[in-house]
Nanobody, 122 residues
Framework: QVQLVESGGGLVQAGGSLRLSCVAS????????MGWFRQAPGKEREFVAG????????YYADVVKGRFTISRDNAKKTVYLQMSRLKPVDTAVYYC???????????????WGQGTQVIVSS
């Protein structure tokens, strides 16, 4: 398994931007599909964005398409989530997820980080 540590969350005004990072431990990071999920207070955790192991394919929830961009640097064992044009509804704890297949990652079956809080003020 891989261990994940997220960072980059914080307080931002609506319309602003943040970049989240997720650093993985272990030697096989490049084998894993990676994803970002989020959980708002009182709501279930939801898929936000995903990227395959090679970085050539990305996936987004409809609510973030055109505003968020996922990317990865396998040499740095890091996956990023660039968030732009943030809205108050984007307020949530954001979690990083890793799994050996894209399908399993999108289903949230893999390893989780501890999360990083994003608060978007109006």
């Amino acid at each position: 398994q891989v261990q994940l540590v997220e960072s980059g969350g914080g307080l931002v005004q609506a319309g602003g931007s943040l970049r989240l990072s997720c650093v993985a431990s272990g030697r096989t990071f490049s084998m894993y599909a990676m994803g970002w999920f989020r959980q708002a207070p009182g709501k279930e955790r939801e898929f936000v964005a995903g990227i395959n192991s090679g970085g050539g394919r990305t996936y987004y929830a409809d609510v973030v398409k055109g505003r968020f961009t996922i990317s990865r640097d396998n040499a740095k064992k890091t996956v990023y989530l660039q968030m732009s044009r943030l809205k108050p509804v984007d307020t949530a704890v954001y979690y990083c997820n890793a799994d050996l297949t894209t399908a399993d990652m999108q289903a949230g079956r893999g390893s989780w980080g501890q999360g990083t809080q994003v608060i978007v003020s109006s």
